[in-house]
C-alpha cells in the first residue's frame, strides 16, 4: 500500500532569492549548499560519491552493507524506517532487508524533495517487499520535520550521507532538537557523520584530480543565473577547498579571479567582487565520538550505538530521547 502526502512550499522561490541576497550581502558572502541541487548538480553530486579520493559514501554504505542486522537489532526491532532526504532509498535496502529479516518491518516513511523520485521509488519498494506500508512525504524536510507521521509502533529515523555536517552548530542543534522532540520513548535516530582525520585526506576528497567538485561547486552560479537572472561567469571563479582544524570542518568556497560586478536581475542587486575574494558555498563538519556525545546532549539526545567502517572513516550512530 502507497501514500504519499505533498508539502511543496509555494514560496520557495521567494525563499531562494531571500536566501540569496542575504549571502550575498553578507560579509563574506556565502550561498546555501542546497541550491547545488538541480538536475545537473544532483549528476554531478553522483559521479562524486564514485571518485577514488572521495570516501564517505563507500565507507556508510560498507557499514550499512556489514551491520544492519545489528543496527536494527540495537535499534529494538523497529516497525517503521524513515528516512530524511530519501531519494532512491538505494542504501536503505540493507536497513529494510535487515528489519524484514526481523521480523518487524511493516512501514517505510520516505521523505524528499522530489514527488517524482519519492512515486518511483514506492512503487519499488512494495513489489520488493510484500505487504511494505509506504507512507512518503514530498516536502522540505528542514522546514517541515513536524509533518513527519506517527509511527505503527517504534521508529526508527535515518538521517544519512553526513548531511548533518554542512548545518553551522546553532542550526544543527536546533534540528536536532526539533527531531528529539518528535521521538517517542522507543524511537532511534540513525545518523551519518564523517570522522576527523589527516587534513590532506579531506582536502583531496573535496578537491579531486579529476575536477568533479570544482564543477560540482560552480554549478550553484549555473543555478543563480537561471533561476535569479545572474550573470557569474563561472570561469571567472576557482573552486577552493580547505580543512579548518579548530572547527574540524571542510570549508569550500569559490574564490573571485579578479575584480568584477555580478548582476542579479531577479534581486535588482549588483554584487562587487574584488580579485581573490571568496565566497563560501559549503561547510562539512567532521565529528569525533566524544564531540557528537555533546552534540547529541545539547538537542536533549543520548548516544546509544556507534559504527563504523574498518578503517574507522565514517560513522552511523544511533541515539535516543534523553
Known sequence: MIAIEVHLDAEAATKMARDVRRGLLSEPKELAPKYFYDERGSQLFEQITELDEYYP?????????ARSA?????????????ELGSGSAAKT???L????????????VPVDISEEITHETAELLVDEYPGLLVRGLVCDFEHHLERIPDGDGARLIAFLGGTIGNL?????????ARLANLMGPGDYLLLGTDLVKDSGRLEVAYDDAEGVTAEFNKNVLAVLNRELGA????????????YDAVETRMDIRLRSLEDQT???EELDLSVEFAAGEEMRTEISTKFTDEA?????????LELAGWFTDPAGDYALSLARPL
Open 70 to 82: 545489528e543496527i536494527v537489532a540495537a535499534a529494538g526491532s523497529p516497525r517503521s524506517l524513515v
Open 57 to 65: 559514501t563507500r565507507a556508510e554504505r560498507s557499514i550499512l552493507t
Open 231 to 242: 550573470d557569474f561567469d563561472l570561469d571567472t571563479f576557482e573552486h577552493v577547498a580547505r
Open 262 to 264: 555580478v548582476r542579479v
Open 93 to 95: 535496502r540493507h536497513l
Open 97 to 108: 532487508d535487515a528489519m524484514r529479516d526481523a521480523g518487524c518491518l511493516h512501514t517505510y
Open 168 to 176: 553551522y552548530p546553532a542550526p544543527r542543534r536546533d534540528f536536532l
Open 292 to 300: 557528537l556525545r555533546d552534540v547529541y546532549a545539547e538537542a536533549g
